[in-house]
């Protein structure tokens, strides 16, 4: 491929990815950092977790992206009773009165499944969490005396915040595999909340999405456009050494001059961010200066994506663990400021 048509192929591929991100904007207001930030994710290739409140808008953010993206969807519900089965096939008695055995969700579209969502994750067992690790990772699954591959796959999974009871906290291995957490919040704009109570069409979600264009993204080229953006744009090798500082920070903020009150730094960090992590740290960092416009990554690339891919790789001591949400926030925001930008 000559590098014009290269461009111009990129330049037709960056205008569908605005206009899809435009189209999920209809149906969920207030949320444009994390659309954006899904966008991303496609075009990298990574899973995707959010997590918030009851109520804020998770679940029909996810429904408005599948429908946009086209292809296959299936859903899941977490539930404390799912079993690992219950994911690759279900059995009843059909109307023969004879057993019978169909495929399950993950099975049903064979290689055409694009989206899956598991819903409340956290509420399904750890045996579940190995298997949706296993589908994550390798886009693979054995079932039936031979492995079923999934080459346009997508997982986004959700968890609510609010509740504990009966949920099982997600190994650190599964949580590695999403490429970013997302925290989805109420908008605080009082107009957004404002028609989000009296504009009857957020009041029904079903018609809501009715009225989005389906299939705005032909799904089955996005894992050949994909190595195509991470290959045209470029990271200079101040930026890499950049990116590399962040990365030490995470695993030993002290040495950067990192400080929090009331915080023994020497004693914060269990575990820094994984090489995965950064890998997709920088997957993510290039295809948001492709959507920008440009094709070399600027540190506030990085920056636009260190939150939301990192945070959930850092893990803290015991004793600073139940202290997560207020800590996390700040020891980015103190890395990030204490790190020198080229």
């Not at 977490?78 to 004879?98: Q, R, S």
């Not at 399904?124 to 080459?151: D, G, Y």
């Not at 999403?178 to 919040?185: D, K, P, S």
């Not at 190595?227 to 002290?254: F, N």
């Amino acid at each position: 491929m000559s590098a014009d048509l290269k461009q111009t192929q990129l330049a037709d591929w960056r205008q569908r990815a605005l206009a899809f991100e435009r189209e999920v904007g209809k149906a969920v207001i207030g949320l444009d950092r994390p659309i954006r930030h899904i966008l991303i994710a496609v075009f990298a290739r990574g899973h995707v977790m959010l997590e918030g409140d009851v109520g804020v808008g998770k679940t029909t953010l996810l429904r408005a992206v599948a429908r946009c993206l086209g292809g296959a969807y299936e859903r899941v519900e977490g539930t404390i009773d799912l079993m690992p089965n219950d994911l690759v096939y279900h059995t009843y008695i059909n109307e023969l009165g004879k057993p019978q055995v169909d495929p399950g969700p993950v099975l049903k579209h064979g290689e055409e499944l694009s989206v899956f969502f598991f819903n409340e994750v956290n509420r399904a067992r750890p045996q579940v969490h190995s298997l949706l690790l296993r589908i994550m990772a390798e886009h693979a699954v054995s079932a039936f005396n031979r492995e079923h591959f999934f080459p346009y796959l997508q997982v986004f999974a959700d968890r609510n915040r609010v509740e504990k009871e009966e949920t099982f906290e997600i190994p650190s291995a599964a949580r590695d595999r999403f490429m970013m957490e997302l925290h989805i919040e109420t908008p605080a704009d009082p107009a957004l909340r404002r028609a989000l109570m009296f504009d009857p069409k957020f009041h029904d979600v079903d018609r809501l999405l009715d009225t989005l264009t389906p299939g705005l993204l032909p799904y089955r080229e996005i894992p050949q456009i994909a190595p195509v953006i991470q290959q045209s744009v470029t990271a200079s090798e101040t930026l890499q050494q950049y990116a590399l500082d962040l990365w030490e920070a995470t695993r030993r903020p002290a040495d950067y001059g990192v400080k929090l009150e009331g915080v023994d730094m020497d004693r914060l960090i269990l575990a820094g961010a994984s090489a995965r992590g950064v890998s997709m740290m920088m997957r993510a960092a290039r295809v948001s200066a492709w959507l920008d416009g440009r094709d070399y990554v600027v540190p506030e690339d990085i920056h636009g994506v260190f939150r939301e891919t990192i945070a959930h790789r850092v893990f803290f001591n015991p004793v600073y663990e139940l202290r997560r949400t207020a800590l996390i926030d700040e020891l980015l925001d103190a890395i990030r400021q204490r790190v020198a930008a080229p």
